[in-house]
T-cell receptor, first 111, second 115 residues
Framework: QQQVKQSPQSLIVQKGGISIINCAYENTAFDYFPWYQQFPGKGPALLIAIRPDVSEKKEGRFTISFNKSAKQFSLHIMDSQPGDSATYFC??????????FGQGTILTVHP | GAVVSQHPSWVICKSGTSVKIECRSL??????MFWYRQFPKQSLMLMAT?????????EQGVEKDKFLINHASLTLSTLTVTSAHPEDSSFYIC???????????FGSGTRLTVV
């Protein structure tokens, strides 16, 4: 019930390409879905987050698509850059609860 | 934006000693803070949730007598690893929830190495 499944485990994209990472959740009580970016030796940094009352949210090159009926959401990184190479985590949470993280995706963007 | 400061960023200690890690919310009040442990190339594993002025809630399998958590003020939570052993070596990360803006902000993490 608490799981968040993330795929793929790793992703290689050419510079300028689109990176797509998918997540699926089970807990229908989740009302907050953030994506975090983590560089080696650093804590996760919030990229973008969405609530289930909207189907899409865009901030710069980052877009979250949300499908409530399928209990799935995804992160799209447009015009991927080498500096985007990092580990990305999706998560699900409730308003006053804890976050449940996906397994993480290691993104490598080749120049 | 919300900032969480975590110290130290790395620490090396001898087996059997204790280590304290601090987590501070710098520009907001955090009634709830979270402590995570992360192994290389793995996801974040929640260890415990701490609420200001009350006892921490530990996740199943986490030894509360080994990982002491104190959340004495709205801006400070501490994690003390007691009688550390090499298997406690890991990356520890704290997170604070901003009650006003409803976001979870993470510290920069602490790399603990027990020798």
């Amino acid at each position: 019930q608490q799981q968040v499944k993330q795929s793929p485990q790793s992703l290689i994209v050419q510079k300028g390409g689109i990176s797509i990472i998918n997540c699926a959740y089970e807990n229908t009580a989740f009302d907050y879905f953030p994506w975090y970016q983590q560089f080696p030796g650093k804590g996760p940094a919030l990229l973008i987050a969405i609530r289930p009352d909207v189907s899409e949210k865009k901030e710069g090159r980052f877009t979250i698509s949300f499908n409530k009926s399928a209990k799935q959401f995804s992160l799209h990184i447009m015009d991927s850059q080498p500096g985007d190479s990092a580990t990305y985590f999706c998560a699900g949470g409730t308003s006053y609860g804890k976050l449940t993280f996906g397994q993480g995706t290691i993104l490598t963007v080749h120049p | 934006g919300a900032v969480v400061s975590q110290h130290p960023s790395w620490v090396i200690c001898k087996s059997g000693t204790s280590v304290k890690i601090e987590c501070r919310s710098l520009d907001f009040q955090a009634t709830t803070m979270f402590w995570y442990r992360q192994f290389p190339k793995q996801s974040l594993m929640l260890m415990a949730t701490s609420n200001e002025g009350s006892k921490a809630t530990y996740e199943q399998g986490v030894e509360k007598d080994k990982f002491l958590i104190n959340h004495a003020s709205l801006t400070l939570s501490t994690l003390t690893v007691t009688s550390a052993h090499p298997e406690d070596s890991s990356f520890y990360i704290c997170s604070a929830r901003d009650q006003v803006n409803y976001g979870y902000t993470f510290g920069s993490g602490t790399r603990l190495t027990v020798v």
